[in-house]
């Protein structure tokens, strides 16, 4: 089977700001997007802590744990998507971990392989589940939906500004027979944009494939209830980062990090009263970007943001 390159993204931002935490073999790192393994490598090489590895996609699983074999019972990998994190590690009978990672979004595993249908650029069934074992597919989607439905999705996960023409073009193309293809759905969607609109800002279906992956997965209800879970889970002096590629998901992440890491005490107040200091102190003012040396080099570098957090105190 052939594999596909990968590079992973902010590698030694990453590891540099999760390190501090990691100082001892009892000391527990989460990655809860495993993906192929490469944070979860070079984590393991420069720390000597635990490593524990979430994916929901099997496929991910399969060539992580193949990759991170060499460091033996370090590691443990679990099929789970990241919002299970508090009972993953209730069944590995842990209170809390130091150092928790997200690399959000679709991985390079699933925008390489043809088949998976998440990619607009080849032919494939259309389907975009993250984990193919279960769930609604892409064609479920835009084969059931009303049309009402499919333009709410398509607006508010893709602001698309033509949501509305869009989905009308896919309750009548599937009248005639139904979406299964990946190209017959681009295509569609290029026939229904304006042609003036078709020649900037990228490929004209960029944003419905983005719609449709993100209610296929339940991305953003995941991480709405997954960010919070994390920083429960944090041992104080624990560190998260959280790296986004789209505004939707970096807006959750945001108010979560920036509603535990102030506080309500008055500014003219000339101490913090015990218990009412902030939860978190922000390792990151604002969010970090890729390099430009970094995107030339890995163009999915382009639209990341990071943003990491240290816990202080005990919620």
Known sequence: ???????????????????????????????CTLGMGGHAEALLARTPARLIGLDRDPEALRRST????????RVTIVHAVYDRLPQVLADLGLDAVQGILFDLGVSSLQLDEPSRGFSYAQDAPLDMRMDPTT????AEVVNTYEGRALTRLLKEYGDERFASRIADAIVRERTRAPLTSSARLAELVRDAIPAATRRTGGHPAKRTFQA??????????????????????????GRIVVMSYQSLEDRIVKAELVARSTTDVPVDLPFVPEGQQPELRLLVRGADKASEAEIADNPRAQSVRLRAAEKARAA
């Not at 931002?13 to 390190?19: D, F, K, T």
């Not at 709405?224 to 944090?234: E, F, G, K, Y």
């Open 66 to 73: 193949t990759r991170l074999a060499p460091y033996g019972d």
């Open 212 to 237: 449709l992956r993100i209610e296929v997965n339940d991305e953003l209800g995941v991480l709405r209830r997954a960010i919070p879970a994390a920083l429960d889970a944090l041992s104080v002096g």
């Open 135 to 138: 769930g609604v597919s892409a």
């Open 1 to 31: 089977m052939h594999e596909p390159a990968h590079t992973p993204v902010l590698l030694d931002r990453c590891v540099g700001l999760l390190a501090p935490a990691l100082l001892s073999a009892e000391d527990v790192v989460v990655d």
